[in-house]
């Protein structure tokens, strides 16, 4: 019924409407793999590595250290480039203050969100202008569309008089802005909201604070802390780095979109002594480059948590799985505070419903590059492992439960995107009307728009199949809309 009336109301809302956003072939982090890569063997993008040859045989012990001695040697005069970056220059200092290589994943994080030099710390890498775009950047729809699971959970949840609708890693905060806009029409709804935007980027929250049309309010005299307010539904808004900082105590709605991918993961490699994890090192002509452990590293318990999961087949046709214990960890976080407090998670982004063998990529400028490339000057992003979350979940507790994955096509189609782009449709521009159908393309669609007739480079490929939603929520709200 919610979704009924919203797209009804929507439709002769038009300030709201039709902020064309791009309709340009700009790349999406899902394009690189063929629609036949749900096959995991097919995932590998082409890293080239150095299986360092030292000690192959696999150790018997059952501690647990890296031995880097056997990996990297110093040369002793080093001829480094003084044209690095400093975060190359930052990398190169760990990797020699260390003794040796890093992992993937620690290069990954550095890479993203070190807090002085990482690729989202200082810069607005979205859109047209930035790296790679995504689907709130594509069409307002898919922001509204979120806004309306919100609400349905919300209605699920018995109508709380205070929500926490927090959301992982907002980007530019377009999403969150179009769902308030369409959503400010139910009062009762934005009124019980607190919005909370986990952010680590200090460029990024003050353009989230743009965006969200946030005025800060006047410190008051009785030492009440000042608030920060959305002007598009009166909500306040709280900045935060990590979830563990929102308050907890309420109910909570919780949206990762694009948010997981972004999480470093740990490359793994079979070789004849076994699993062995893939580092990054610094060669004698101080260029990076891959190197395996000798010996299992401490990332290795999460490759056998993440094997248990899995049957045995699953792994046996692989050599190389990707894990990721941030994924698993947030996971856990947030399963437990909706097991604690209520409400719901609403996770959407790329990958496979099972064990993710070589994913790991960098768009630069909307063009596929090297991982060690220029490392900073490049988004990095890896398929994110839906299985792997669904088991960390249930690990935490037996008052919620997990839905999905869908894909997103049936996620937005079930909501009623199809109504809300006919409803948009009927009030817009041509040019305005263009753009909606290469956005709607863009969100349900699968491989190139059929009705496409402009030039064949810019030709809108369908992300509906590639992206796709899961949600946790607590048992006492039931199954969440759409998943019934
Ligand atoms: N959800 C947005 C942006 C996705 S990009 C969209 O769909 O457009 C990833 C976002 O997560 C960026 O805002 C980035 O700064 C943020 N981010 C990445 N790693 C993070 C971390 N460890 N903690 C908090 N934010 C993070």
């Known amino acids: 019924m919610l979704t009924r009336h919203l797209l009804k109301q929507a439709s002769t809302c038009r300030h709201f409407l039709l902020n064309s956003k791009t309709s340009s072939p700009f790349l999406t982090k899902s394009i690189f793999f063929s629609?036949?890569?749900?096959?995991?063997?097919?995932?590998?993008?082409?890293?080239?590595?150095?299986?360092?040859?030292?000690?192959?045989?696999?150790?018997?012990?059952?501690?647990?250290?890296?031995?880097?001695?056997?990996?990297?040697?110093?040369?002793?005069?080093?001829?480094?480039?003084?044209?690095d970056s400093e975060l190359v220059k930052h990398l190169k200092g760990i990797i020699k203050f260390r003794g040796g290589p890093i992992s993937v994943a620690e290069y990954m994080e550095e890479v993203l969100t070190n807090p002085k030099f990482g690729f989202y710390?200082?810069?607005?890498?979205?859109?047209?202008?930035?790296?790679?775009?995504?689907?709130?950047e594509v069409s307002q729809m898919f922001g509204e569309m979120v806004g309306v699971w919100a609400m349905c959970l919300w209605e699920q949840m018995g109508r709380p008089k205070q929500v926490n609708l927090v959301e992982l890693g907002p980007g530019r905060g377009t999403l969150m802005a179009d769902l308030l806009r369409s959503a400010s029409k139910f009062k009762s709804f934005t009124e019980s909201l607190h919005v909370h935007m986990v952010e680590c980027s200090p460029t990024l929250q003050k353009l989230q604070h743009h965006n969200l049309k946030c005025f800060d309010e006047d410190d008051n005299s009785d030492g009440v802390e000042k608030r920060t307010v959305s002007m598009l539904a009166g909500t306040p808004v709280s900045w935060h780095a990590l979830l563990e900082q929102v308050p907890s105590g309420l109910p909570s709605i919780i949206i990762a979109h694009e948010f997981y991918d972004a999480l470093p993961v740990h490359q793994f490699q079979r070789a004849s002594r076994g699993w062995c994890e893939k580092m990054v090192d610094v060669s004698e002509d101080s260029m990076f480059r891959f190197v395996l452990s000798p010996q299992p590293t401490p990332a290795t318990l999460y490759l056998m948590r993440r094997c248990k999961w899995a049957a045995p087949k699953e792994i046996e046709k692989l050599g190389q799985i990707e894990v990721c214990?941030?994924?698993?960890?947030?996971?856990?976080?947030?399963?437990?505070?909706?097991?604690?407090?209520?409400?719901?998670?609403?996770?959407i982004d790329y990958g496979l419903n099972g064990v993710v063998s070589d994913s790991l990529q960098a768009i630069r400028k909307h063009k596929f590059i090297n991982i060690l490339d220029d490392p900073g000057s490049a988004d990095l992003s890896a398929y994110v492992d839906f299985a792997s979350i669904r088991h960390s979940a249930e690990e935490v507790s037996e008052d919620i439960s997990v839905h999905g994955p869908m894909t997103q096509s049936q996620f937005l189609g079930a909501l009623g995107i199809n109504f809300r782009v006919e409803a948009l449709l009927q009030n817009c521009t041509d040019e305005q009307a263009d753009s909606l159908r290469t956005g709607y393309w863009r969100l349900v669609g699968e491989g190139e728009a059929p009705f496409w007739e402009g030039p064949d480079e810019q030709v809108p490929i369908g992300m509906g199949t590639r992206y796709l939603a899961m949600a946790i929520v607590n048992k006492k709200q039931g199954v969440p809309v759409p998943f019934q």
Request: glycine content about 6%; some cysteine; proline content about 8%.
């Open 325 to 347: 214990p941030k994924a698993m960890d947030l996971t856990r976080t947030i399963a437990d505070r909706i097991s604690c407090d209520g409400g719901g998670a609403l996770i």
């Open 121 to 136: 710390i200082s810069r607005d890498v979205f859109g047209a202008e930035g790296d790679f775009i995504t689907s709130p």
């Open 35 to 83: 629609s036949s890569s749900s096959s995991p063997e097919s995932q590998s993008p082409t890293n080239t590595f150095v299986d360092d040859k030292v000690n192959d045989q696999y150790p018997t012990g059952t501690s647990i250290s890296i031995d880097r001695s056997a990996l990297y040697n110093l040369p002793e005069h080093s001829h480094e480039p003084t044209s």
